[in-house]
Nanobody, 125 residues
Framework: VQLQASGGGLVQPGGSLRLSCVAS????????VGWFRQAPGKDREGISC????????YYRDSVKGRFTISRDNAKNTVYLQMNSLTPNDTAVYYC???????????????????WGQGTLVTVSS
């Protein structure tokens, strides 16, 4: 099982980035997927997650209306479109996947067994 995240970088406040996470080694369409982030000195937090089939989608309150998660099962890829970025969005962003995620716990990092390597997003002028 492998997850490869990409798309991070330096962006000015108000700018946009799209993160991608390509999965391999498992039946991607059977897995819930999620994006998490961890800023220096802070715990890892769930940003946006999506179930495999039930159509359950989660967004952290602070990113609602700005971030959009999507998945392309044909390409084994999950995306995170991030708009109107602020310095508070600066963090290392991780993608994660797991086959058995309870919908009520979809945003919890400990619900996921498989993790990508992280991609750094820096929002600064």
């Amino acid at each position: 099982v492998q997850l490869q995240a990409s798309g991070g970088g330096l962006v000015q406040p108000g700018g946009s980035l799209r993160l991608s996470c390509v999965a391999s080694g498992f039946n991607f369409d059977q897995y819930a997927v999620g994006w998490f982030r961890q800023a220096p000195g802070k715990d890892r937090e769930g940003i946006s997650c999506m179930s495999n089939r039930e159509g359950v989608t989660y967004y952290r309150d602070s990113v609602k209306g700005r971030f959009t998660i999507s998945r392309d099962n044909a390409k084994n890829t999950v995306y995170l479109q991030m708009n109107s970025l602020t310095p508070n969005d600066t963090a290392v962003y991780y993608c994660a996947a797991d086959r058995q995620v309870i919908n009520s716990a979809i945003s919890r990092p400990d619900s996921y067994d498989y993790w990508g390597q992280g991609t750094l997003v820096t929002v600064s002028s």
